[in-house]
């Protein structure tokens, strides 16, 4: 069931905003454990459990930045992002990712739909690619290396509003994170929790929340205008 404060439903919504990873797919646990082996195996850099809370938290260019002052791996990041892509487009091959339930359903409203995510763009191609997703069903991808400043920040929302020319209270995103919720916030765009794929409950921290897209498009859907 749904836990909704109504006053931040939009009375009309002409765009859907969502985040990536584990919003349409559950990828977090895979990239984390991926590339905390990788860290730990090829460069003898262990991330411990608390480590590994404090990089969940940033987008890639802080976690290359984190790895620089703490674990001595400045000026390494190509080669290290290098490999990751190569585990994990290898780990892709090996089996189904998790998709989100109800996403048909979503992008099938006469709405505009976009993309907004830290992901860079090859890493977001690779993963749509293993989860059979196409990206024509999406007006505006936006990707990491689209914006200057990753989430928390707004950067990322507030471009994808002007790329669909429409106002904040006209859209409604869906996310995972503390730091997206906070920035779909300082977009002044409503947000809504998706649990379904999520690794932790942050309902109390967005304006609705729902237990998949299914809900989510129960509750939206009389309310899309048509752009």
Not at 49 to 59: F, K
Not at 77 to 104: N, Q, Y
């Amino acid at each position: 069931m749904s836990t909704l404060r109504a006053r931040r439903l939009p009375r009309r919504i002409r765009a859907f905003l969502y985040d990536f990873d584990n919003t349409i797919v559950g990828t977090e646990r895979m990239n984390e454990e991926l590339f905390a082996d990788l860290l730990a195996g090829e460069y003898g850099a262990p991330v411990s459990p608390p480590e590994r809370g404090i990089i969940r938290e940033l987008p890639w260019s802080g976690v290359f930045e984190w790895l620089s002052e703490h674990k001595g791996l400045s000026g390494r990041r190509s080669e290290i992002w290098a490999r990751f892509m190569e585990v994990k487009r290898e780990r892709l091959r090996r089996g189904p990712l998790a998709v989100a339930t109800g996403l048909d359903r979503m992008l099938g409203l006469p709405a505009a739909h976009a993309i907004v995510t830290g992901s860079l763009r090859d890493e977001l191609a690779m993963v749509m690619t293993a989860a059979g997703l196409t990206d024509r069903r999406f007006a505006a991808i936006l990707c990491a290396e689209d914006y200057t400043r990753g989430k928390p920040d707004p950067e990322g929302y507030l471009r994808a509003l002007a790329a669909l020319s429409v106002p904040a209270d006209e859209a409604l995103v869906f996310e995972d994170s503390r730091p997206g919720i906070a920035a779909a916030h300082m977009a002044g765009i409503p947000v809504a929790f998706v649990s379904e794929l999520a690794s932790q409950d942050l309902a109390s921290h967005a304006d609705m929340a729902f237990r998949d897209l299914v809900e989510a498009w129960e509750t939206v859907r009389d309310r899309v205008e048509v752009l």
